[in-house]
């Protein structure tokens, strides 16, 4: 497996915590990894970006972090057991209030429940939470907080 790192070479990244059994590509890029944890069986694609800087990014069992997805945890990001991220997807748990004239930044964290998939080219923009089994659709903004089993999609995610 050349083109992951080994448990070794992912110890020495000095993540808050990294489990067992992980596929992390040696393309993905870390900002501020102590604030990462990241559980078992975990598998990061090629040029993945995980950056935080005031709260901690969880990522949880079992979880797919598909190429080129970036997620920006500096207001909380949480991957439950079994969460599937396709490529090009974007959490955003930072924001800045562009209604204001200093345009200030503002946090808001994101929780993907458990056995919920995004589709490719997605973006999340927290405050949000994707309930247990939701899905959100290919080039779907998401806003708002969905409800268990359902499928959203659109510009903004609407629930299908």
């Excluded at 089994?133 to 268990?148: D, P, R, Y």
């Amino acid at each position: 497996m050349k083109n992951y790192l080994n448990y070794k070479e992912l110890k020495k990244i000095g993540f808050k915590k990294i489990g067992k059994g992980c596929l992390i590509s040696k393309t993905a890029y870390f900002y501020n990894p102590k604030k990462i944890s990241i559980g078992n069986n975990v598998r990061i694609d090629d040029f993945a970006i995980l950056s935080s800087s005031k709260k901690n990014i969880v990522i949880k069992n079992d979880v797919t972090i598909g190429r080129s997805c970036h997620l920006n945890g500096s207001g909380s990001i949480i991957l439950h057991d079994k969460v599937i991220l396709s490529t090009f997807v974007t959490l955003h748990s930072s924001t800045h209030n562009y209604k204001e004239a200093t345009r200030k930044k503002k946090f808001g964290k994101i929780v993907i429940s458990k056995n919920c998939i995004i589709g490719s080219n997605s973006v999340i923009i927290g405050p949000c939470q994707m309930k247990e089994n939701s899905a959100l659709g290919a080039m779907s903004l998401l806003k708002k907080n969905t409800e268990k089993n359902s499928l959203y999609c659109g510009i903004p995610a609407i629930k299908n």
